[in-house]
């Protein structure tokens, strides 16, 4: 079965960090951009950011650049997201899957997984 499984979320306070991962099952990451996304309660889900096969190039958006740092290990088949200086408004269910040039979604995995929630308190 081709399944994504996100995990490390948690209850952190404010400035807090958080390492979260997503293992790949059925299906190999090591030819595909990966990336994570995440979705606010009452938000549509958006991208965070992508790191290409080889791990050589990253892309952020604006809104974590210089705050999250993307990494993968494609022997593990896995991507970590490190999450540091935590704010509120990061407070979201987070996804990872394939990424397309335009760091859209691109469903290889099946559908989405079950994500990983993230809460930061004031």
């Known amino acids: 079965q081709v399944q994504l499984v996100e995990s490390g979320g948690g209850l952190v306070q404010a400035g807090g960090s958080l390492r979260l991962s997503c293992a790949a099952r059925?299906?190999?990451?090591?030819?595909?951009?990966m990336g994570w996304f995440r979705q606010a309660p009452g938000k549509e889900r958006e991208f965070v950011a992508d790191?290409?096969?080889?791990?050589?190039?990253?892309y952020y958006a604006d809104s974590v650049n210089g705050r999250f740092a993307i990494s993968r290990d494609n022997a593990k088949n896995t991507v970590y997201l490190q999450m540091n200086s935590l704010k509120p408004e990061d407070t979201a269910v987070y996804y990872c899957?394939?990424?397309?040039?335009?760091?859209?979604?691109?469903?290889?995995?099946?559908?989405w997984g079950q994500g990983t929630q993230v809460t930061v308190s004031s």
């Open positions: 899957n394939a990424a397309s040039a335009v760091h859209r979604p691109v469903m290889l995995f099946g559908s």
């Open positions: 059925g299906r190999t990451i090591d030819t595909y951009t």
């Open positions: 790191i290409s096969w080889r791990g050589g190039s990253t």
